[in-house]
């Protein structure tokens, strides 16, 4: 199984600037591409940005610009670098890692528990 512990998360004023990690631990062999997901109030949630083992990455719209995915696969790691924080990027963010399907690997996905950010006006 995947353990995902994201960090980061706080407070911050709009336009400022945080940086999102996602440590994940044990059988990190099974994990091919990561991502990030938003749940903000009131909302579903949403994919913010994943990545690729190889590392091609996606970002949404809403943060194309603004946010940046990264990894490390030595550590393990997956970072979210959000900049220009709006308001409305307000959410309990969420570390995501796609299984790989193998007969070691059972497919599965899994998150981690989330870190809320806040951004004020």
């Known amino acids: 199984q995947v353990q995902l512990v994201e960090s980061g998360g706080g407070l911050v004023q709009a336009g400022g600037s945080l940086r999102l990690s996602c440590a994940a631990s044990?059988?990190?062999?099974?994990?091919?591409?990561m991502g990030w997901y938003r749940q903000a109030p009131g909302k579903e949630r949403e994919l913010v940005a994943h990545?690729?083992?190889?590392?091609?990455?996606y970002h949404a719209d809403s943060v194309k610009g603004r946010f940046t995915i990264s990894r490390d696969n030595a550590k393990n790691t997956v970072y979210l670098q959000m900049n220009s924080l709006k308001p409305e990027d307000t959410a309990v963010y969420y570390c995501?890692?796609?299984?790989?399907?193998?007969?070691?690997?059972?497919?599965?996905?899994?998150w981690g528990k989330g870190t809320l950010v806040t951004v004020s006006s």
């Open positions: 990545i690729t083992n190889g590392g091609s990455a």
């Open positions: 995501n890692a796609d299984g790989k399907a193998t007969i070691y690997c059972h497919g599965m996905d899994y």
């Open positions: 044990g059988d990190t062999i099974c994990i091919s591409a």
